[in-house]
C-alpha cells in the first residue's frame, strides 16, 4: 500500500481525513500514484495536475524521502521507501509572494 498525503483543501475535496492509502501497479511512479488517487477520488481530476496535458500544476510540489520530486520525470520510480509503505508520498500546496 502507498501512504499519500494531501494538503488540507484536497482532503476536503476528496472527503478524508489523513494520510490515504492506495493499492497501485508496478512500476510505482508519481504517474501511478496519481492515476491510482483520481481513480479512487475523482473529484481530484484537474487539481494536482492538469487533466489534457497530465503536467502538475504550478503550485502543487510533490516530496517523498525527504526529496523534493515535483521536477522528476512523470514516469521515474519514486523512492524505495515510498513503495515498501515506510514513507509517504507527499502533495504539498506552493506558496508564491513575498
Do not use: C
Not at 488517487?37 to 475523482?42: D, F, R
Not at 502543487?60 to 523534493?68: L, M, P, T
Amino acid at each position: 500500500m502507498i501512504r499519500v498525503i494531501l494538503p488540507t483543501h484536497l482532503r476536503d475535496l476528496a472527503q478524508v481525513r489523513g494520510p490515504v492509502e492506495l493499492e497501485v501497479a508496478e512500476p510505482i511512479t508519481q504517474r501511478a500514484i496519481l492515476d491510482a488517487l483520481e481513480a479512487v477520488y475523482p473529484m481530484l481530476r484537474g487539481t494536482i495536475r492538469d487533466t489534457v496535458t497530465q503536467q502538475r500544476r504550478p503550485f502543487i510540489r510533490f516530496f517523498a524521502s525527504g526529496e523534493d520530486l515535483s521536477h522528476e520525470p512523470a514516469d521515474a520510480i519514486v523512492p524505495a521507501e515510498v513503495t515498501a509503505g515506510e514513507q509517504p508520498f507527499r502533495v504539498v500546496g506552493a506558496m508564491a509572494g513575498g
